[in-house]
């Protein structure tokens, strides 16, 4: 009987850690890319002339998979600013030598600064790359300073 109590009282110990570790990955938020070390920096024409040329390749340089998601520092000028219905911010960043462009969707925590952006300023958006729809796709996007 003592034996089958100690069973009982390490079930138990392992089921609340089980418990708090699935709690806190469930409301796990992601991290803030503002202060996140960049892994690959990239101008919006190589990023688009890459993808454009040799997607399969490119996927495998850009885009992570989680949970070490590859973050890109993309250089280039802005071609518009969109708002969806939602209030979510996404900006494009154009290229002259093709169709494609890179669509940089906002960081909902940042998204407001995108308002304070002007069409045909050069910057630089940091982002998590997702893939290619004739417009390569970042998402969680912040401005690097």
């Known amino acids: 009987m003592k034996t089958f109590k100690y069973i ?6 392992l089921a609340l850690i089980g418990g708090w570790y699935g709690y806190r990955e469930y409301n796990r938020k992601p991290t ?6 960049v892994d690959v920096e990239v101008t919006s024409v190589e990023l688009c002339a890459q ?7 490119a996927t495998s340089m850009y885009v992570g998979i989680t949970p070490k998601e590859k973050v ?24 002259d030598v093709d169709m494609s462009s890179v669509s940089c969707q906002m960081d909902l925590a940042h998204n407001m600064e995108a308002t304070q952006l002007k069409v045909g300023e050069d910057i630089v958006m940091k ?19």
């Open 72 to 95: 890109l520092a993309v250089k280039g000028k802005i071609t518009s600013i969109d708002k969806d219905d939602k209030g979510l911010y996404s900006v494009l960043l154009g290229t």
């Open 127 to 145: 982002g998590i790359c997702t893939g290619f729809l004739s417009d390569v796709v970042l998402i969680r996007c912040v401005i690097q300073k």
């Open 32 to 37: 803030d890319l503002v202060d996140a070390k």
């Open 51 to 57: 993808f454009t040329n040799d997607e399969k390749l």
């Open 8 to 13: 009982l009282i390490v079930v138990a110990v």
